[in-house]
T-cell receptor
């Protein structure tokens, strides 16, 4: 299974943009890049996912490198509510790989 | 729309006791999943059901059984609980089991085995 690498932790100031990186150098052509986040004492929450092109939704943007070996989750304006653990995972179109690594713990400072 | 619901929210068991964790979704999703999360760790897949009538083992299936009761419900059973099964259990569902679809998670069941 292709794996992802994320920084253990990051900090951001409130109302500033946040760029959360994810490396996936062994990604295959059929792997979707998924991002989830987990607020304290809650279940994971879907954020965004994509295959090749950059994606935007109401929560965030996903920027995918041209070679797909890395991606960046962009929160355009961090709020205190965005403090969470963010998981980047690869999900094959054939359904393999449900592995959530340790993720990146994002702290948002007021 | 309640999304994914789980019962109970908390449970304490003694070693050797059995229990069933219940999960239901109202999004008409085909696929459902059970994960466990140990303190400070990511989620690990226990079992999944790609579609009604099918179940498959995930990364850590030992000590667990599952039943896909119907399209809405997917239960997880611990036949003889062990302290190593102390964890938070999350149920999830998705339109299909492929990477095309996102997963929706329930609030979790916090289980302690003494």
């Amino acid at each position: 299974d292709a794996k992802t690498t994320q920084p253990n932790s990051m900090e951001s100031n409130e109302e500033e943009p946040v760029h959360l990186p994810c490396n996936h150098s062994t990604i295959s052509g059929t792997d979707y890049i998924h991002w989830y986040r987990q607020l304290p004492s809650q279940g994971p929450e879907y954020v965004i996912h994509g295959l090749t092109s950059n994606v935007n939704n109401r929560m965030a943007s996903l920027a995918i490198a041209e070679d797909r070996k890395s991606s960046t989750l962009i929160l355009h304006r961090a709020t205190l509510r965005d403090a969470a653990v963010y998981y980047c995972i690869l999900r094959d179109v054939g359904g393999q790989n449900f592995v959530f690594g340790p993720g990146t713990r994002l702290s948002v400072l007021p | 729309n309640a999304g994914v619901t789980q019962t109970p929210k908390f449970q304490v068991l003694k070693t050797g006791q059995s229990m069933t964790l219940q999960c239901a979704q109202d999004m008409n999703h085909n696929s459902m999943y059970w994960y466990r999360q140990d303190p400070g760790m990511g989620l690990r897949l226990i079992y999944y059901s790609a579609s009604e009538g099918t179940t498959d083992k995930g990364e850590v299936p030992n000590g667990y059984n599952v039943s896909r009761l119907n399209k809405r419900e997917f239960s997880l059973r611990l036949e003889s609980a062990a302290p190593s099964q102390t964890s938070v259990y999350f149920c999830a569902s998705s339109g299909s089991w492929t990477g095309v679809y996102e997963q929706f998670f329930g609030p979790g069941t916090r289980l302690t085995v003494l």
